[in-house]
């Protein structure tokens, strides 16, 4: 059966509380085969390799291993079938060594309880693998100061050592630079040659049309598409991931052909940041925002983008610069001191850093302007609060519209439209929204687009801090591009090019 | 007999789901079997004697409960009480102030000694497990000083806290109006509200422009307050101030929330928690005593269902979801 199917599943269902992940997924890998799975975020692309690889069980459904069926309740029954998985985060433990971490996966409690593990057969365990990785790391190099590449190299590696059949690699692309993945892929290519299996997340769909045999597409966990690559186009592959075509996506702004003349509502001049070793830090970075407008600020990750909206809040230790609000040089040591201005950042981690999940939307969405709300700034009016917060579910659609829902049952989508009333019941001016689209599905991201869209219209300024060139290109006035905390440019967005973007962003000058 | 099992099995669910649910079966719980194990658990005096003795540890664990709703912690409370205490009886007796001046003295050395916790959690960013330690040990030792290690005597007038009114002691009725108060606090303020959400996400609170610090501040005074409280009742049960009362009443403040459904990790809890768990956690102390069980072997129940407490919390929770 050296073509055959290694891997199949019949009407995978997947129900989480309050949510199903995934609706009754057939799927099939054939040996020496890579599969790449793409789909939206939340689309159920690593729940499904979560079932293959035992970390949960299925609701509903049937896997077979070969010819035969499978149950596979726990990570250790789908190592035993030869199935594992390549976390999306690393999950290995900095604080050991490489070898040593390898070794906890192949052996497991049972070396290190009856000591069988000796030191120099261990090492050359991990030499071996590792080199079959493309990695001449020392396998004594502690996990923790290695680099993200070589760190899901090392798991890769830590398959092989399980001499695992079945590899499902979920999104290992999106921490690497373009020659990480590079070694990547070459791994994977020799790995496949070998006649092992690979199932390949990623959301990036050029990389499918590089590497794999077969494309699946999932869409709300559904599978909507499964084909050859050579049988399909990018597009095509794109079309089946958004459900729409693409210009329906990205929901373009009309932006106008002269801007009257106002003076900026934010100034800022020469930032320049320090953030001890826990980012980036920003270099004379300068810009102005002007009523009305969207600035988008392009960036890749450690580009200092959550640095910039942080520091203009005053949650960034700001070294030299000054910051201007209506021509008037201004102190913010804290978001209490920006919203007093009218700045609010919006922070991209919804649920760390956003909203308070235990709390009812109308809780949520009055919590910045709570004292102005209650009486005497303490007594808090109840029945006014859920006006408010009715207010603002019906303008901005908030579902399901009831403004005693607890905010941890909303979606993401709805999360951030929450999370956006806060801030504009709260009376802000200057919106600086980080990531806004971030891990929401589709037909939301559309939604929250319109939002900004619309809230410049009204008057707004907004500082769009985004990954997402089209994004950027879609909404903004102008584009400023960051780059290693540096200003590569601010550019006009009419008439703007996606690839004079994508060329600054790589260090090429526009 | 199927869907009376359903509708049990419903009310059951619609109980732990709400806050107060865990709480109240474990009290209705716990009251059975100490009716069914001695006659004279639910006698008049026997539960008049309970409530007094409740009434000290139930304001310690409102305190606590405004602490640990934030996420934070306060291991104070048995220190605070006996300094508010002794401060409090040491004005009256030497310095011969009035009784209610002596008391507002008391009130407000709490509050002092909370507000310094606050200052050290917020502006010297000390973890509040620190901070509060240190509060600790000093305020102990602040006590060992103002008493020189003796009993302050002669506090017959804060006898006026143990007479009775409308038919229960002053001092019940004083613990049932903070417990109401408190309700009111937390549920129908602004503060309540931040209480709940720096417990629940403090970045999040931080972010929304909220001042974080304030709102710290403001609750460790508060709960300094109410441990002042305490003492001052302590003082009035034993008329006598001894310079070891609450030691180690840290521990039952923070057994008491954790009975009364308050999540240590912060933001999950009733207001009313604390008073319920306040109230079992000394009814078990009466029971044990009233069936004559080894005082030592008394700590070891009381462990026993401080576990039993957290599991059920914790199982409750993910029911409730």
């Known amino acids: 059966m050296s073509s055959g199917v290694v891997l199949r599943t019949r009407g995978i269902v997947k129900e989480f509380p309050g949510v199903v ?107 071996r693998h590792l080199e079959r990785v493309k990695l001449r790391t020392d396998p004594r190099t502690k996990l923790g100061d290695l680099g993200v590449g070589e760190r899901q190299l090392v798991q ?83 079309k089946h991931m958004l459900g729409r075509e693409l210009d329906e996506f990205y929901p373009r702004r009309k932006i106008a052909e002269e801007r009257t003349p106002a003076p900026p509502r934010l100034r800022v001049v020469s930032l320049t940041t320090a953030s001890e070793g826990k ?44 910051i201007y609000v209506d021509g008037r040089r201004v102190r913010i040591e804290s978001p209490a001191d920006a919203l007093r201005l009218g700045i609010l950042y919006i922070p991209e981690d919804r649920r760390q850093e956003g909203l308070v999940l235990q709390l009812t939307v109308s809780d949520n969405v009055i919590l910045p302007s709570v004292y102005r709300a209650s009486a005497l700034r303490l007594f808090r009016r109840t029945r006014y609060e859920r006006s408010v917060a009715e207010k603002w579910i019906e303008s901005l659609r908030i579902v399901p519209p009831r403004p005693d829902f607890k905010t941890s049952n909303l979606s993401g989508g709805n ?56 994004e950027a290109l879609t909404l903004s006035d102008r584009i400023l591009v960051l780059v290693s905390g540096r200003v590569a440019g601010v550019l006009d967005n009419r008439g703007l090019s996606r690839e004079r973007i994508i060329g600054m962003l790589g260090g090429r000058s526009g | ?130 901070a509060t330690l240190a509060s600790l040990v000093a305020g102990r030792g602040l006590v060992l000083v103002v008493t020189e290690g003796r009993p302050i005597v002669g506090l017959s007038p804060y006898r006026v806290f143990t007479g009775d009114v409308a038919g229960l002691p002053l001092m019940v009725w004083i613990f049932v109006a903070f417990g109401a108060l408190n309700y009111a606090v937390l549920r129908k303020t602004s503060i309540g509200l931040l209480t709940y959400a720096i417990g629940g996400n403090e970045e999040a609170v931080r972010y929304s422009g909220v001042r974080v610090d304030v709102v710290k ?45 308050i999540m240590l990790s912060g933001g999950v809890g009733s207001p009313l928690g604390p008073v319920l768990g306040a109230y079992m956690l000394t009814l078990l102390t009466n029971v044990l005593i009233l069936l004559g069980v080894n005082p030592y072997l008394q700590w070891v129940v009381k462990g026993f269902v401080l576990v039993a407490a957290a599991v059920a919390l914790t199982r409750g929770v993910r029911y409730a979801k």
């Open chain 2, 217 to 261: 501040l403001i609750n460790f005074s508060i709960a300094g307050g109410y441990y002042a409280i305490a003492g001052l009742m302590m003082n009035a049960r034993l008329e006598v101030a001894y310079p070891w009362t609450g030691w180690g009443y840290e521990l039952d403040a923070i057994a008491s929330c954790v009975l009364g459904g």
């Open chain 1, 156 to 238: 890769v590696a830590r398959a092989l050592a399980e001499n695992a059949d079945v590899i499902c690699l979920d999104e290992p692309t999106s921490p690497l630079t373009t020659a990480e993945v590079g070694v990547l892929f070459e791994v994977m290519e020799e790995l496949r040659k070998e006649g092992r299996s690979m199932i390949f997340i990623t959301h990036r769909v050029e990389e499918v049309f590089r590497i794999a045999d077969r494309v699946t597409v999932l869409r709300d966990g559904i599978k909507v598409f499964t084909s050859p690559v050579s049988e399909t186009s990018p597009s095509e592959v794109v």
């Open chain 1, 21 to 127: 992940a995934l609706k009754g997924v057939d799927f099939e890998l054939k040996r020496a085969e890579i599969h790449a799975i793409v789909g939206q975020n939340g689309a159920g692309k690593s729940t499904f390799v979560k079932i293959l690889s035992g970390v949960y069980t299925p609701t509903r459904g049937e896997i077979y291993v070969g010819e035969r069926r499978a149950r596979i309740r726990n990570v250790r029954d789908a190592k035993r079938l030869g199935i594992t998985l390549v976390h999306q985060e690393a999950t290995l433990a900095p604080n050991l060594s490489i070898a040593e971490n390898m070794a906890l996966a192949v052996y497991g409690m049972r070396g290190v309880i009856l000591g069988r593990l000796r030191k120099a057969e261990l090492l050359d365990l991990a030499k």
């Open chain 1, 415 to 470: 999360q951030q439209k929450v999370v956006l009333a806060k801030s504009l019941e709260a009376g802000v001016r200057v919106l600086v929204l980080d990531e806004p689209t971030f891990g929401i599905d589709v037909g939301a991201k559309v939604e929250i687009r319109r939002l900004i869209a619309g809230l410049a219209d009204q008057g707004y300024s907004v500082v769009l801090l985004t990954s997402d060139v089209d």
């Open chain 1, 279 to 322: 980012g980036v830090d920003l270099r004379d970075v300068s810009f102005d925002l002007y009523p009305g407008e969207v600035l988008g600020v392009v960036g890749l990750l450690g580009s200092g983008k959550t640095e910039l909206g942080k520091a203009l809040v005053g949650m960034q230790r700001v070294v030299s610069g000054e």
């Open chain 2, 1 to 130: 007999m199927g869907s009376a099992l359903g509708a049990l099995r419903n009310a059951l669910r619609s109980l732990t789901a709400h806050e107060l649910g865990g709480p109240l079966v474990a009290l209705a719980l716990l009251v059975a079997v100490s009716s069914a194990l001695s006659p004279k658990f639910l006698e008049p005096y026997n539960q008049r004697i309970l409530l007094l003795q409740t009434a000290p540890l139930a304001l310690l664990a409102l305190g606590e409960s405004m602490v640990i709703l934030m996420g934070s912690i306060d291991l104070s409370p048995g220190s605070t009480m006996a300094l508010a205490g002794t401060v409090s009886a040491a004005v009256f007796t030497i310095y011969g102030l009035p009784l209610h001046a002596a008391l507002a003295v008391g009130v407000l050395v709490g509050i002092a000694v909370g507000a310094v916790n606050g200052l050290l959690v917020t502006k010297a960013r000390i973890p509040s497990f620190v």
